[in-house]
């Protein structure tokens, strides 16, 4: 079974610096997709990022970027010139491939991040 | 818009009193399933659905029933509902493949007195 381990319950960063939050995963899968999802106080699951396991080059979209390290499993994530709008819950996910199987994903238990002024 | 619709978004109810939490996906997808959210745990999932009428159990599907009868709807059942089913549920769709992420609703806050 997969696991996914986020050590950082909480963290807060002052507006405009950049913040880093950590996700690590135990699989002995080689193909899987791995995911950042932000959680507001809206409650709503917006998905922030994705990176394929078989492709070495880390995703980015726009000011979120991640570094995935597949030999050590971890699977970071950077949101650089954070704005008040990035506070929320943030999980990491893990999900392995499968063909007309269930693509669960498997969830951390969340880093609760907040922007200050 | 391409949205997942969930209902209630808050439901307050008695211990054994049956519940029914409905889930809607207007994107056509085949994959549905069912997490809770309980705080420290993250998301867990309850149940999925591959397709229409064809459902199976995730990691945590005990006191929980589901059905998909029509391609769109994906309906949780509580039949008695206990005070350890308080929780937070997100229904979730995607295409055949989650490889893009999946779309999930906006949540239903369930507490059990």
């Known amino acids: 079974a997969q696991t996914v381990t986020q050590s950082q319950p909480e963290m807060s960063v002052q507006e405009a610096e950049t913040v880093t939050l950590s996700c690590t995963y135990d699989?002995?899968?080689?193909?899987?997709?791995l995911f950042w999802y932000k959680q507001p106080p809206s409650r709503q699951m917006i998905l922030v990022i994705r990176?394929?396991?078989?492709?070495?080059q880390n995703a980015t979209e726009n000011r979120f970027s991640v570094n995935f390290q597949k030999a050590a499993k971890s699977f970071s994530l950077k949101i650089s010139d954070s704005q008040l709008g990035d506070t929320a819950m943030y999980f990491c996910?893990?999900?392995?491939?499968?063909?007309?199987?269930?693509?669960?994903?498997?969830f951390g238990t969340g880093t609760r991040l907040t922007i200050i002024p | 818009e391409a949205q997942v619709t969930q209902n209630p978004r808050y439901l307050i109810t008695v211990t054994g009193k049956k519940l029914t939490v409905t889930c809607s996906q207007n994107?056509?997808?085949?994959?549905m399933s069912w997490y809770r959210q309980d705080p420290g745990l993250g998301l867990r999932q309850i149940y999925y659905?591959?397709?229409?009428?064809?459902?199976d159990k995730g990691d945590v599907p005990e006191g929980y029933k589901v059905s998909r009868k029509e391609k769109r709807n994906f309906p949780l059942i509580l039949e008695s509902p206990s005070p350890n089913q308080t929780s937070l549920y997100f229904c979730?769709?995607?295409?055949?493949?989650?490889?893009?992420?999946?779309?999930f609703g906006s949540g239903t806050r369930l507490t059990v007195v």
């Open positions: 979730a769709s995607s295409p055949w493949t989650g490889k893009n992420g999946y779309t």
């Open positions: 699989t002995s899968e080689n193909n899987y997709y």
């Open positions: 990176q394929e396991a078989y492709k070495q």
């Open positions: 996910a893990f999900m392995k491939t499968s063909n007309f199987g269930n693509e669960k994903l498997t």
């Open positions: 994107m056509n997808h085949e994959y």
């Open positions: 659905s591959m397709n229409v009428e064809v459902t």
